[in-house]
């Protein structure tokens, strides 16, 4: 009697958990696929899809990137970057309000036709309209072939059509923008190292003409190279003198006139060449060293000349900088265009009843699961 009263409430038991598992299937999987199926059926709003392709080209040189090129990529390169901006900006708070400033987005998705859970409602913040519009508005980028796909989702087809044109114009202005900005900021990269070059050498020009007024010299370098080559001519004269004084001397007295005449003379040669050496070397009693002038000017000099070298390569630096702004533009090339679609083709209803069968299929698994865990860790029969 006791075993058949044991075997009676196992019975039960199992009955009740057999009743329960159908209780939760017709709860989290019948109930769920009933009313998706509802929904997409009698009440779920069409969506006209729009889908466009375009890429952000150049006509700058394309840099060769041999690893890119070993694994059959193209190079990524500034029309690459700008791509990858475009695909940030289309799903972008930025271009949400500059569309709204041409286009009525709040009545657009908000339209008559459309159902309650699908339209965008009223009132709401920032953050949920642009939730919003990444649903309606999905872009996608491929490195591989630098195509954006950009699909524009509403509830008519005029207002498909209206809103991809829109996106693609805000793109475009971006593009522009960036191409714009780089044109400038390389231009006055440029133009400030022309000016910074023009300023260096104005200042190492005025150093010079202070130099050279205080000491009252034009060049020292020339002065300096006439010194030397007077002191090389007196040289020679002394000793030509010297060949014909110890010529005469050597059969004239030495109270002869004419060796009187050439021994004043040297003298006066030898004097000569020590005065001009003095003025190289200096006198700290009466004049300085032109030596010491010299070694003063000569960095100057060198300044000078490193400035104006400089100055010249920051005015080819401009040109060239110049041409490469006029040739170096980006633009967006749209080689799929909108066009007005016929039919609407989301949401895909039978997909997605589908879709919310198997959803329902594995949680309620899961769930079971689960429990029977949670059961044999407790100690449940």
Do not use: C
């Not at 375009?54 to 029309?79: H, T, Y």
């Amino acid at each position: 009697m006791k075993l058949n009263k044991k075997y009676k409430l196992l019975l039960n038991k199992m009955w009740k958990n057999r009743n329960n598992k159908q209780r939760s299937f017709l709860l989290m999987v019948i109930l769920p696929t009933l009313l998706a199926t509802f929904y997409y059926t009698f009440i779920a709003a069409g969506l006209y899809v729009v889908e466009t392709r375009f890429a952000v080209k150049g006509n700058e040189m394309q840099q060769i990137d041999l690893l890119s090129g070993l694994a059959g990529m193209p190079a990524q390169g500034g029309s690459a970057t700008d791509s990858y901006i475009v695909q940030d900006y289309v799903q972008s708070r930025d271009i949400v309000r500059a569309i709204s400033q041409d286009v009525d987005l709040v009545s657009m998705f908000n339209h008559p036709d459309a159902d309650w859970l699908s339209s965008l409602g009223y009132e709401l913040s920032q953050e949920e309209q642009l939730r919003y519009w990444r649903k309606r508005v999905t872009v996608s980028y491929d490195p591989t072939t630098t195509i954006i796909t950009l699909k524009v989702r509403a509830f008519s087809a005029d207002d498909a059509k209206l809103l991809a044109e829109a996106v693609l114009k805000q793109s475009e202005l971006l593009v522009n923008d960036l191409s714009e900005v780089a044109r400038v900021d390389d231009l006055a990269f440029a133009e400030n190292e022309v000016a910074r070059a023009e300023t260096r050498v104005t200042s190492v020009r005025i150093a010079m003409n202070d130099f050279r007024n205080e000491v009252k010299d034009l060049d020292p370098t020339q002065t300096a190279s006439a010194k030397m080559m007077l002191i090389g001519e007196l040289e020679v004269q002394l000793a030509k003198a010297h060949a014909e004084l110890n010529g005469l001397t050597s059969y004239m007295d030495d109270r002869a006139p004419a060796v009187v005449n050439l021994t004043r003379r040297v003298q006066a040669l030898t004097q000569q060449i020590q005065h001009e050496k003095q003025n190289i070397t200096g006198d700290s009693k009466t004049q300085p060293a032109l030596s010491g002038v010299f070694a003063d000017y000569e960095p100057l000099l060198v300044e000078r000349t490193f400035a104006e070298k400089a100055y010249t390569s920051a005015l080819a630096s401009l040109e060239s900088a110049r041409i490469e702004a006029a040739r170096k533009h980006r633009y967006l090339a749209t080689f799929v265009a909108p066009i007005h679609p016929d039919e609407a083709i989301e949401p895909q209803r039978l997909k997605s009843v589908v879709t919310v069968l198997i959803a329902s299929l594995m949680s309620w698994a899961i769930g079971l699961l689960g429990l029977g865990i949670i059961r044999e860790h407790v100690g449940w029969v």
